[in-house]
Each structure stands twice: as structure tokens, then as C-alpha cells.
């Protein structure tokens, strides 16, 4: 949605992700039950990203293309180094809610994985269910589609965009707690995640949400595969580069994306 109004890739987007992980980790560091620190860090994440649109972004919307990225890079450098200042960089275990043996004699999927597949899976549903059927979803669709039309009938661009944003982070902390675990916590555990999920978007294309998780399957099975088989394990992240270029080259509005003719 961010990409559709802005036209911006928000490249923010991983370190807000990890910030909340963070903050669900000292949840339960504090006791908090893992589910109750679940939902209260996607409450805190979406108040978060809302916050930041109206304070950070909105001011400048209308500065030049250039000026925006390098604000969205300069978030993405503020939030990585308030992470390190405040939990240091020192490498932390996140817990998992699922149970640590296989699911169903499962021997080549650990449960983490599997239940991880399951959160994404019920995300998407409910994403789509809210933007089809609630009449705020289809108001923040035809925002971030045509911001121009959509005033004309009255709906509040500016605030659309705003809680597009606190979708996005909401969405962004599930993505940085299921990871966790994988990969531990740090501040800058969602660097390399975040290029996977570049490609992912891509892949599928950048104004499909069922595209980009069409394309993160796509990317994971084809940079294990190759990296177990063809590469090695030291060269798996060079295959998400590649997807990239290959994407761009032969079809750059993904294989699910619209493609958008502008008579010049």
C-alpha cells in the first residue's frame, strides 16, 4: 500500500520490524505470556508506524523522490543504532511459541517452520478479508490507488496513508517475530531478510500481497535448493540478487503485478 501511494519502497520497513521484536522480546523477558506479548507488540508497532508517518513522513511527502529516500534510509539507520544503544549488539535467543519437537513425525521441516507458515498464512486471509470487505480496507485501497479520486469522495488521503503505515509495521513486527528465532535477535538481524524480501515483492510484484508471498515461497525453496545442491551455503544470499536482476530484465512488474502504460 505504502508503494502504491508513494510510489517509495520503504526501506525502513526491516528495522521497524526488528524495533518491535525487540520490544516483544523485553515483554517476556518481563514475564508477559508470549501470545499477550504477541498482540500488544503489534498494537505498539502499528501505533509506531502510524506515528511515524504523520511526524516523519507527511512533512515530506512532496520533497523530491531522492529527499524522501534518503529519509527512509536515515529511519532505518536511527531506529538500527536505538536498538543497539539500548540492547547492545550482543546476540539474544527469541523464544518460539511452538513446541521444539517435529510436528506430525515432520522430519524435514522443524514445527517453528511450520507454524510460522501457518501466522503467514492467517495474516494473509485477514489482510485480504479487511481490504475486500470492510468499507476502512476498500477506503485505504482506493487511497493508495488513486489518492486524487478518493478525495473527491471525501475519504482522508493523508490519514489512509497513515494507517497504511501501521498496517505495514504491524505486519513488518509478526514478520520480525516469527523470524527471530531463526535467525536470533540482534539490531541488524533483518538486513539480509530484508534483501529475500525485495526479491520476494518482485517475484510476485510490488502491488500484489499474494504475489510477494507467492514470491517469498519462491525465494526460499530456490536459495536453499541451490544452496544445499548447486552453490554452497556461502553464496545463498547471492541468489536473491540475482532474482532481482533476472526480474527486473525479463518482467519487472512481477508475475502477478499490473503492468502500467503511461502515453508520453
Excluded at 506515528?51 to 529511519?75: H, Q
Excluded at 498496517?167 to 517475530?177: E, K, R, T
Aim: net charge positive; glycine share 10%; hydrophobic share 60%.
Amino acid at each position: 500500500m505504502i508503494y502504491q501511494a508513494t510510489q517509495l519502497v520503504n526501506f525502513a520497513q526491516g528495522a521497524l520490524a526488528m524495533f518491535c521484536t525487540y520490544i516483544a522480546w523485553s515483554l517476556i523477558t518481563a514475564g508477559v505470556p508470549y501470545w499477550a506479548a504477541f498482540f500488544l507488540t503489534v498494537i505498539f508497532a502499528f501505533a509506531l508506524g502510524a506515528a511515524i508517518e504523520r511526524v516523519i513522513i507527511r512533512p515530506v511527502e512532496n520533497a523530491p523522490v531522492l529527499a524522501v529516500v534518503v529519509v527512509f534510509i536515515g529511519l532505518l539507520v536511527i531506529l538500527t543504532s536505538i536498538a543497539g544503544w539500548i540492547y547492545t549488539y550482543t546476540i539474544k535467543v527469541f523464544p518460539s511459541p511452538f513446541p521444539a519437537a517435529p510436528l506430525f513425525g515432520n522430519k524435514y521441516m522443524s514445527s517453528h517452520e511450520i507454524g510460522a507458515i501457518g501466522v503467514t498464512l492467517v495474516v494473509l486471509l485477514l489482510l485480504y478479508a479487511f481490504f475486500r470487505l470492510t468499507p476502512l480496507g476498500l477506503a485505504m485501497r482506493a487511497a493508495a490507488q488513486n489518492p486524487e479520486s478518493s478525495r473527491l469522495v471525501g475519504i482522508r488521503v493523508g490519514w489512509m496513508l497513515a494507517l497504511g503505515w501501521g498496517l505495514a509495521s504491524a505486519v513488518g513486527s509478526i514478520a520480525g517475530m516469527m523470524v527471530a528465532p531463526i535467525v536470533f535477535l540482534d539490531p541488524n538481524m533483518m538486513g539480509g531478510i530484508l534483501l529475500y524480501a525485495f526479491a520476494a515483492a518482485l517475484i510476485g510484484g510490488v502491488d500484489s500481497p499474494g504475489g510477494a508471498v507467492f514470491g517469498g515461497f519462491l525465494v526460499g525453496v530456490l536459495e536453499n535448493l541451490l544452496g544445499a545442491f548447486v552453490i554452497g551455503n556461502d553464496l545463498k544470499l547471492a541468489v536473491a540478487l540475482v532474482l532481482i536482476i533476472g526480474v527486473l530484465v525479463v518482467r519487472p512488474s512481477g508475475f502477478f503485478g499490473k503492468v502500467h502504460v503511461t502515453r508520453v
